[in-house]
């Protein structure tokens, strides 16, 4: 009989056999349980059997190599009872060794055997969120079965999502139960999101600079609402002249600048990113020809693009190809900003960074006639690298969106985290580590991304993220009269009366109506308000009627939208008064003009008789 020592690598779940013999001699069965308590440390459970398939070799001992942070409380036993484990550390890797009680000899024998420990870091909590995450197996052609279970308890909260989908999911007693089958895991990890929506708290600066000797203005991007995320604003300095949005949905801020004048606008707020969408486009689809355009970063036309596109055909291709056929370069990060374009990464991709992957499966899609955008903004990573990197830079990232006419939405994807993460895949699923700053789709470079609105060559930091541990934004509505035109009318009549309003929430407004009521007669009494952005404006006409009093009064409006109310007046000018006194006026000015000219007929008369006396007189007889 030979014995013989069992090595098993696990990465997580990482299996390989260093003799390609052992899985000739030995059929291998795994079932693995991960059992998670409210905190997140992770209890494991590996039940293994080892079937003989030769007469002459058993299994004396058995190592698995563990890397995953700090592994304690090891058990494991075998038919016979405890099993005898040592645990030693080698290259920050955890190798546990088993000597087995018994010696199973004779084909078709089965040794099976538990081991059992704690292990942290598999589930972390991060912000609002707890994020379990397994990388994809590897080199595990030898095992004839694995199969993984999850045991996430309730009071974690809710799950999210999981990726990729599992072939089982239910409740069992205080937990939720997830099963993965071998396939799924040697194509993809594991990830494993429980919470609502993620929080990030933001603090971002914008540098601007009028060189001009004469007045202008100019427009900055605010990180803005969109189908997954919310965002609100406790910080606005200096506040804007208007927030406009275009057709991607991007929120625009309007500054006027005087002559030669610098300014630095400061913005703070909280972002809720959540994985699915929440609220229907703010801005219509309306027009997909406009995603379809060739651009100077998106070259369509390109026979190279072309030719992958009639090949690739619908975007899951379309991102596999991105995925497998770039490599990102760390580097590159560090060098100058040159943006290279779809068609340079395809024929450059051992360099390629976030852009670059975003603007080669736009090229491509645009090209196969799938409406593609770009999103610019923040990524949450654990990545070390990146996270050194970001200490003295602003570190932004890409991603890409399609738009599923079927759906009718856009699909956000993001081929360079499936690519960087170990086989996570961003393709059917996406996370909440991702923050929108701004949206590129009519355009491939405008509007800037926050970041970018400093002197050329200031490498400062603009953009400070941070995760949070907020509760749902519920804030109510606030907003204030800027202006209200003619502040004087006249009772009696229709009085057209135009009101301005600012939005000063600090987040945007969806679907409200804004209601005037008055003891005056106004018409109409509301307006509809679909979509309105922090800080911006908007104008209300209506007609009022005010009653007549005979007098001079101030009459209140009073304008509600949601929970917000707030109070303003008018001069009412009696206009019977004022009748009466331009009637009067009318009168008295008559009586004058009639008394004057009584008096001046007077006159005349008298005149005249004078007169006639000096002809007579003169025509006396003389003496």
């Not at 409380?73 to 190798?95: N, S």
């Not at 004779?106 to 059992?116: A, E, P």
């Not at 989908?165 to 990830?191: A, C, I, M, T, W």
């Not at 007549?548 to 007046?569: A, C, P, V």
Request: aromatic residues 14%; hydrophobic residues 35%.
């Amino acid at each position: 009989m030979k014995r013989i020592f069992f090595i098993i690598s696990l990465l997580f779940l990482s299996f390989f056999f260093p003799k390609p013999t052992l899985a000739k001699d030995f059929d291998t069965f795994f079932n693995t349980t991960y059992k998670f308590d409210k905190d997140g440390a992770c209890f494991v459970t590996h039940e293994i059997s080892l079937v003989n398939k030769t007469a002459n070799y058993y299994v004396s001992e058995y190592t698995l190599s563990v890397i995953s942070g700090e592994i304690t409380d090891i058990e494991a036993f075998d038919k016979v009872g405890p099993v005898k484990a040592e645990k030693w550390i080698k290259d920050k890797t955890t190798l546990i060794t088993l000597s087995f009680n018994e010696k199973v000899v004779g084909q078709d024998k089965v040794l099976s055997f538990i081991l059992k420990y704690k292990a942290d870091k598999i589930a972390k909590k991060e912000g609002n969120l707890w994020q379990i995450s397994l990388p994809k197996l590897a080199n595990f052609d030898p095992t004839d079965e694995y199969d993984l279970s999850m045991l996430i308890p309730f009071s974690m909260g809710k799950i999210a999502f999981i990726n990729p989908n599992p072939k089982s999911e239910q409740k069992e007693g205080e937990y939720y139960k997830l099963g993965f089958n071998r396939e799924d895991l040697l194509k993809y990890g594991v990830l494993v999101t429980i919470g609502q929506y993620q929080t990030f708290n933001f603090e971002i600066s914008y540098d601007l600079e009028n060189p001009n000797s004469s007045p202008a203005y100019t427009k900055i991007a605010l990180p803005p609402d969109t189908a997954n995320q919310t965002v609100y604003y406790s910080i606005l300095e200096p506040e804007p002249a208007n927030v406009e949005f275009d057709k991607d949905g991007n929120w625009l801020a309007i500054y006027n600048l005087k002559p030669k004048q610098k300014l630095t606008i400061k913005a703070k707020g909280v972002a809720n990113i959540f994985s699915k969408p929440i609220r229907k486009l703010s801005v219509p689809f309306d027009n997909p020809k406009e995603y379809l355009k060739e651009t100077k970063y998106w070259q369509k036309e390109n026979e190279k693009i072309k030719s992958l596109a009639s090949t690739l055909k619908t975007p899951e291709n379309i991102y596999k190809y991105v995925v497998s056929s770039l490599n990102y370069d760390y580097s590159e990060l560090t060098k100058p900003s040159l943006r290279k374009g779809a068609l340079k990464t395809l024929e450059n991709p051992d360099n390629a960074v976030c852009t670059d992957f975003s603007d080669l499966f736009i090229a491509i899609a645009r090209s196969a006639g799938i409406p593609a955008r770009q999103i610019n903004g923040y990524a949450y990573s654990d990545d070390p690298k990146l996270k050194e990197l970001s200490k003295n830079m602003d570190s932004l990232h890409s991603w890409a969106e399609y738009f599923d006419s079927e759906k009718n939405e856009w699909i956000m994807v993001d081929p360079t985290w499936e690519n960087t993460s170990g086989g996570l895949d961003y393709f059917n699923k996406f996370d909440m580590s991702h923050f929108a700053f701004v949206i590129h789709g009519i355009g491939d470079d405008s509007p800037l991304t926050p970041g970018s609105y400093k002197p050329e060559n200031d490498k400062k930091r603009q953009v400070f993220i941070s995760l949070g541990e907020d509760e749902f934004i519920n804030h109510p509505e606030y907003f204030a009269i800027s202006e209200i035109k003619p502040r004087k009318i006249f009772s009696f009549i229709n009085n057209k009366v135009e009101v301005e309003f600012v939005n000063q929430s600090g987040f945007a407004f969806y679907d409200k109506e804004l209601f005037v009521e008055s003891e005056e007669s106004a018409y109409p009494s509301s307006k509809k308000i679909g979509f309105l952005p922090p800080y911006s404006r908007f104008n209300f006409s209506f007609l009022l009627k005010p009653k007549e009093q005979l007098r001079d009064y101030q009459t209140s409006l009073n304008f509600s939208l949601g929970s917000s109310k707030i109070e303003n007046s008018v001069l009412i000018n009696s206009l019977l008064v004022r009748l009466i006194m331009v009637l009067g006026g009318l009168f008295s000015a008559i009586i004058i003009l009639l008394l004057r000219n009584l008096k001046k007929r007077s006159c005349n008369d008298k005149a005249a008789n004078d007169t006639v006396l000096i002809e007579n007189h003169n025509n006396e007889p003389k003496t």
